[in-house]
């Protein structure tokens, strides 16, 4: 059996002092050494402050109020805040959204990698200055020698992003969580970071947590799959199996508006509606306004998550395999 490296269970986060609106609720999901899940959804639908909360980057404005963060065994909810230090960069890493304003634009692109060398791996300033050359000749930057000692105001998007990538592997961390690693970069650009991405995965021998709004992106890189809709999982499986059949409507509509290669389109594929902020959610399924499957049910009861099927999880009254069937009989 394949060890868990991180175990999330039953997560809830809400602003402090204000539990009645909570951002997030009951999400759990594992990730396996060196294994790889996608996190999917739209903007506000609590990917980020999830990914943020395993790392407690977001105290002291986000607090959990349920649930357990557990990394190698250890609940990091409970850990101290020495203990914290030393996961985030050491065992932990994070890329963040932005690289163009993730770095800072007053220090060079070496001295900031040199920095988590020299805090983590305790190494001198000639030391930090070679192994940060190093790690930006790994993640594709030419001439990384003289490219050490720019600031980041003058590298290209993909370039800064190729950074924060190196900055982030830079201490070798078992867990590396990528938030929207392409937001902001070409077409062509954002396929070259995830290639990089499951290249370092591979050869690092690290676990991987990707979110993104695009399926598309992490169609070929993630295993698993977990699709977030205003604060909850409403969908989780294998990747190959939820892209083949989706369960969920609201995964569905995703997939949908992914633009096809094969054909051309009059209009491209849109889901009406925006996603309901935490304090006006829905009595009961929250995507029940956007969902062209909806009845009585949807608005009056909130559908939970339950199996359906080998490692298939969706939280719908109307699934997809549910709607087939109904359209045959």
């Known amino acids: 059996m394949t060890a868990m490296l991180l175990s999330v269970r039953d997560l809830s986060l809400a602003l402090r002092g204000d539990g009645a609106h909570t951002l997030v609720e009951h999400v759990s999901f594992d990730v396996p050494e060196r294994g790889v899940l996608g996190i999917v959804g739209e903007s506000g639908c609590g990917k980020s402050v999830t990914a943020l909360s395993i790392l407690r980057l977001g105290e002291p404005v986000i607090a959990p109020t349920s649930g357990s963060i557990a990394f190698n065994g250890e609940d990091l909810l409970t850990a101290s805040p020495r203990r914290m ?25 070496g001295f900031q990698i040199g920095e988590a060398l020299r805090v983590h791996q305790r190494l001198g300033r000639r030391a930090a200055r ?4 190093e790690l930006l000749s790994i993640v594709g930057i030419p001439l990384p020698a003289s490219r050490i000692d720019v ?3 003058q590298m290209s998007g993909g ?13 070798r961390p078992k867990l590396l969580i990528a938030d929207e690693p392409t937001t902001a970069l070409d077409v062509t650009v954002q396929a ?7 290249r370092l995965q591979g050869q690092f021998g690290m676990a991987v947590i990707i979110i993104t709004h695009d399926l598309a992106l992490v169609s070929d890189f ?24 989706p369960l969920h409507p609201y995964t569905e509509r995703l997939l949908d508006s992914i633009p096809p290669v094969d054909r051309d389109v009059d209009r491209l594929a849109t ?6 902020p935490p304090w006006a959610m829905p009595p009961g399924c929250r995507f029940m306004d956007r969902c062209g499957f909806a009845t009585d049910r949807c608005r009056d009861v909130d559908p939970v998550l339950r199996t359906l099927g080998d490692a298939r999880l969706a939280a719908c009254h109307h699934p997809r395999h549910v709607r087939d069937h109904a359209t045959v009989g």
């Open 222 to 245: 993630a295993e698993t799959i977990v699709v977030m809709y205003a604060g909850r999982v409403v969908e989780q499986g294998p990747a190959a199996a939820l892209f083949a059949r």
């Open 85 to 109: 230090q030393q996961v985030r960069g050491g065992e932990i890493s994070m890329i963040f959204q932005e690289p163009m304003t993730s770095l800072n634009p007053v220090l060079t692109v």
């Open 130 to 133: 070679a192994a940060a050359i």
């Open 151 to 153: 600031y980041p105001h």
């Open 159 to 171: 370039m800064c992003q190729r950074v924060m990538i190196a900055l982030a592997l830079a201490c």
């Open 192 to 198: 070259q970071i995830i290639d990089l991405l499951r």
């Open 271 to 276: 889901i009406p509606g925006t996603v309901p």
